[in-house]
């Protein structure tokens, strides 16, 4: 099983960005698709982005599609979300998450999918 541990959340103003760090252990990082769910309060958890581990290919939410990026560097065994044009709707906890398998691909991910979890870190947007 993958360990997670995210970083970077904080507080922002309407219009700014933040960058969030997911760092992973173990050797085999590169073989897991990776996910970045979010959860605002009294809200179920839900779905953010995702990066393929083979190709590196991204699924985003229409929420922030156009605002958000998600990258990884598996030299670093790291996986980021960078979030421009942050509005009050995006302030949640942040969840980085490893797909349940190595080399699954992700089309419509869903947080089933997912079975590693980090601790999160929250992010919050003023207005």
């Known amino acids: 099983q993958v360990q997670l541990v995210e970083s970077g959340g904080g507080l922002v103003q309407t219009g700014g960005s933040l960058r969030l760090s997911c760092a992973a252990s173990g050797r085999t990082f590169s073989t897991y698709t990776m996910g970045w769910f979010r959860q605002a309060p009294g809200k179920e958890r839900e779905f953010v982005a995702s990066?393929?581990?083979?190709?590196?290919?991204?699924v985003y939410a229409d929420s922030v599609k156009g605002r958000f990026t998600i990258s990884r560097d598996n030299a670093k065994n790291t996986v980021y979300l960078q979030m421009n044009s942050l509005k009050p709707e995006d302030t949640a906890v942040y969840f980085c998450?490893?797909?349940?398998?190595?080399?699954?691909?992700?089309?419509?991910?869903?947080?089933?999918?997912?079975?590693?979890w980090g601790q999160g870190t929250q992010v919050t947007v003023s207005s």
């Open positions: 990066i393929n581990w083979s190709t590196g290919s991204t």
């Open positions: 998450a490893a797909h349940k398998r190595p080399y699954a691909i992700v089309v419509r991910p869903t947080i089933a999918d997912f079975g590693s």
